[in-house]
């Protein structure tokens, strides 16, 4: 028989984090840091009127960019939050996630043979979904020393005749990694120089620590109207079942963005966008107080880590930590799975973030502090262990 499948599809590899949640579901006293999903439910305030639209029966589809309302206040909120302002009508999109934003953005701007450059260690969609449209993914090794910040010289040295797109994301996912606006500004100026446009991955906005603030690219002179913002409600309101993101562009892209989503999806959930109209006007408080938990266990993890003696950059953004294991002479594929299989500790291999990310683990901390103790004690026996043999 001929062979049924996309040779593009076969090439891709499945995600590097989902081989360890296989395995840990089948290990009842296991405990896993690895899912990028908060623990809080979501606030009853959001889920009361996602029920009440259903009681009132709200089960139709909606337009194709969403219910009016909702991009009414998504572009209140980032006028109020970054002060630019977008057409809730020309300019705002409602996504199955922030993840089809992505997806949609990439489809409606490239052609096969455009490249896209993407900082590494980064989220795990990025590399194959550029991929999928026959374009050519162009990744930078971002580095420790530099707190896996993106520098205007890795930037330069990446960029060819062929380069279009640039993906930030940051706060970073795996890294916790921010960028300040004194950070985007010689990256803004590239772009606007060498023509490139900007997708800005900002679903961790909302979450960050010690002081710092998000600052969008978008909100820089003369970047609006070549970034197109990815956000959404799954990290900030604890909605991640939701599936619901939106994207912000110009209109010439947003517009082509809306006729990919028309023909692929139709709308985003009905009950979804009626839900979050709630969090986004009255959510301010519940975000506030998620990130003041996630604060403390960002803390704990890093006098843990500092105590044990694994070094980890402070990482300012996001629910995760990013601490080094090159001590150990071992992949981290092979420190996690012995890690897992000694220990019944799950965490992800930095290798499931790009190449890059060999020698690095990622650990979520959207998990109780008592989780987080009983995790870290399991993580200092194995250490040890490892350091004991090392020495013999």
């Not at 959510?283 to 993890?301: H, N, P, T, V, W």
């Not at 291999?349 to 190449?355: H, I, R, S, W």
Request: hydrophobic share 35%.
């Amino acid at each position: 028989m001929r062979n049924p499948l996309s040779k593009t599809i076969e090439q891709i590899k499945p995600s590097g984090i989902r081989k360890f949640f296989d395995i840990v579901s089948e290990m009842p006293h296991a405990i896993s840091l690895g899912v990028g999903e908060p623990d809080f439910d979501t606030p009853w305030h959001v889920r009361s009127e996602g029920i009440r639209s259903l009681e009132k029966g709200r089960t139709f589809y909606t337009s194709n960019s969403g219910l009016i309302e909702l991009r009414q206040e998504i572009c209140k909120w980032y006028q109020r939050k970054y002060n630019v302002l977008y057409d809730y009508k020309t300019e705002a999109l409602l996504t199955v996630g922030g993840s089809e934003g992505i997806d949609v953005a990439l489809r409606a701007m490239l052609d096969p043979g455009d490249e896209v450059i993407i900082p590494e260690p980064c989220y795990v969609s990025y590399v194959p979904c550029v991929q999928l449209i026959g374009a050519v993914p162009v990744t930078i090794e971002l580095k420790n020393e530099n707190q896996f910040r993106l520098t205007s010289e890795e930037l330069l040295a990446a960029i060819t005749d062929k380069t279009k797109i640039l993906i930030l994301a940051f706060p970073s996912n795996p890294t916790g990694a921010v960028m300040t606006k004194e950070d985007l500004e010689p990256i803004a100026k590239i772009c606007q120089e060498k023509d490139i446009y900007v997708i800005s991955d900002e679903i961790y906005s909302e979450l960050t620590y010690g002081g710092q603030k998000h600052c969008s690219i978008s909100s820089l002179p003369g970047m609006k109207e070549r970034t197109i913002v990815i956000n959404g409600f799954s990290k900030a309101y604890a909605m991640t079942g939701w599936r619901l993101g939106y994207a912000l562009a110009p209109e010439v892209i947003a517009h082509q963005m809306t006729k990919i989503h028309q023909f692929a999806i139709m709308c985003a959930p009905t009950t979804s966008q009626y839900a979050a109209i709630e969090a986004i006007k009255n959510g301010d408080a519940d975000i506030e107080k998620m990130c003041k938990s996630y604060d403390q266990r960002r803390r704990f993890l890093l006098k843990k880590f500092e105590e044990i003696g694994l070094p980890c950059f402070e990482p300012h953004g996001a629910f995760y930590v990013f601490p080094c294991i090159k001590e150990f002479g071992i992949t981290s594929d092979e420190f996690a799975t012995r890690l897992l299989r000694e220990e019944e500790l799950a965490v992800v291999p930095g290798t499931a973030f790009g190449d890059c990310g060999e020698g690095f683990l990622r650990i979520s901390y959207a998990y109780s502090i008592e989780q987080l103790k009983e995790a870290m004690g399991r993580l200092e026996r194995f250490i040890g262990r490892l350091r004991e043999q090392k020495t013999c």
